[in-house]
């Protein structure tokens, strides 16, 4: 990972507009729809992280293939480039630089949970000995209702077999030291470490090499869920070795709600007919699909996993979206992310020196290394209050229980003059509680 700046910040809108003069990424606000005020000016958008902007290219991508199916209907499968028998290949390359794994070792398909479980199925393999899984405490329930619902289906009691590591007493996030140590302590009964990318509660980035040497050095299997984490911070899973991995696309992926979802396999797994899956005629060795044989036999690599036909619709918003990554380059990405989130953590400090006393507590970590684009804050007076003034004051963020807000500025759309702007209007709402939303 890159090395943490140092940044010399100053707390004026005029030193804010100054940053995005020098961004080199504004361009690319450009090329998204902001949601907006009645008054027709943009809402400050800090929503990416769970509904990415809407790409202007996706209409066009997804009204392409509307046409195609209208001009085309049946034919659209074999002819256009791409074709939609083809069209999963088309987003292969950029796929992997997104997530630094092999063209081969990614596919598109499904959305994340079923993913999740496609996984699952051929990873987690337990036995008497080899049954546990160790995943962070209060992961995102998708993911924990997905895991119990795996070890219940192999006849396992979730309470033995689920291995959950939370934060020390008096700590918001997790050390990796005592990850590493609780996977050595089980590492004779342990099938499977299943880790988060990011935690989508406290924005905690995990360290997801150190995970990965920690889980193959005790002979588990491997695998992330990187909803929080494809798109906003650079990920390296072939030289990491995880197993397998999965993410959703509607978050930083901008690819629209209900977007499909990525699966990585690694390199090691790609020939590997005998490994159970959940086979669908899609997986099936592609240049002999369409003869409809009997007996399964998947396609080298990620795309073996496929079950059905590509969901072209889905599919081409992605693509779009994909575009626009590989136009400004992750390392390009990472680098101003880290910017704008320093310089939201800079601001809310100085709202808490101010103040005189601590009134927004950042449980994201300090370091940028462990953190992606978002800072979760509690506010120490009436915290679900100040997220409703937020909102009416035009600042898309959000609310999850028990206490926190979460706000991340994303690199593609996001300016350093929203975020001055954003810790302002907070400002304003913590120092008085007596203004009215329509005064800010
Ligand atoms: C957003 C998110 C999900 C959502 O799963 P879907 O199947 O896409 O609805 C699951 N897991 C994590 C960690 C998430 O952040």
Known sequence: MATPMQYL?????????????????????????LPQKA????????????????????????????????????????????????????????????????????????????????????????????????????????????????????????AAAIVEIAPRQGESTLRTEDIEQTIREHADSLALVMFGGIHYYTGQAFELGRIAAAA?????????DLAHA?????????????????????KYLNSGPGGTSGVFVHERHANSPDLPRFAGWWGYREETRFLMQKGFQPMYGADGWQL??????????????????DRAGMDKLRQKSMKLTAFLAYLLQQINEQAGEESVRIITPADPRHRGCQLSLIIAKDGKKTFQKLIEAGVVCDWREPDVIRVAPAPLYNTFEEVWQFTSILAKIITSDTVPAQAI
């Open 39 to 158: 008054d027709g000016t943009p809402k400050i958008y800090f929503c990416g992280n769970s509904l990415g902007l809407q790409p202007k290219a996706a209409a066009r991508y997804v009204g392409e293939e509307m046409q195609r199916w209208a001009s085309l209907a049946v034919e659209g499968h074999f002819e256009g480039n791409p074709s939609w028998f083809h069209y999963q290949h088309t987003m292969k390359d950029a796929t992997a630089r997104l997530v630094g794994a092999l063209p081969h070792e990614v596919v598109i398909m499904n959305t994340l949970t079923v993913n999740l479980h496609l996984m699952l199925v051929s990873f987690y393999r337990p036995t008497a000995q080899r049954y546990k899984i160790i995943m962070e405490a209060g992961a995102f329930p998708s993911d924990q209702y997905a895991v119990e619902s795996q070890v219940k289906f192999h006849g396992f009691d979730p």
């Open 9 to 33: 910040f100053e707390n004026t809108l005029a030193f804010a507009r100054q940053l995005d003069r020098e961004d080199e990424l504004r361009p690319f606000r450009d090329e998204f729809i």
């Open 308 to 325: 059905s036909c590509g969901q072209i619709l889905p599919f081409a918003a992605h693509r779009a979206s994909l575009e626009i990554f």
């Open 216 to 224: 193959k050095q005790a002979g588990a299997m491997v695998g992330f």
């Open 230 to 250: 494809a798109g906003n911070v650079p990920l390296r899973l072939h030289e990491w070795g995880a197993d397998f991995a999965v993410w959703c696309t509607y």
